[in-house]
């Protein structure tokens, strides 16, 4: 998915991003790609659908998160793989 039409697919949620916060998304996921093809961070076949898969999904979390850690409080995620959903959380708050 076109960097342009995930961003606008997160706007649809109420998910507004600046545009650091997009240019982290994008190095994020051009990092995982990078690695990917050496690590195995995200299969194959959903590397062309990462930020609609993982990203998009990873940030559905958003109003659970907000509504269970206080606000400066420590959200721990052990074993995420690639990052999901810690990263995408981490990068939106």
């Known amino acids: 998915m ?9 706007s649809q949620h109420d998910c507004t991003l600046t545009p650091t916060q997009q240019e982290q998304f994008f190095q994020y996921c051009f990092l995982l790609r990078k ?3 050496f690590t195995a961070l995200v299969s194959s076949g959903n590397l062309e659908h990462l930020e609609e898969y993982h990203v998009v999904d990873s940030l559905s979390l958003l109003g659970v998160v907000q509504k ?7 959200v721990l995620d ?3 793989g690639g990052g999901f959903p810690a990263i995408p959380l981490a990068i939106l708050l």
């Open 2 to 10: 076109p960097q342009e039409q995930w961003i606008e697919t997160l």
């Open 35 to 37: 690695w990917s093809t």
């Open 68 to 74: 269970l850690v206080p606000v400066g409080g420590t």
């Open 78 to 80: 052990i074993g995420s």
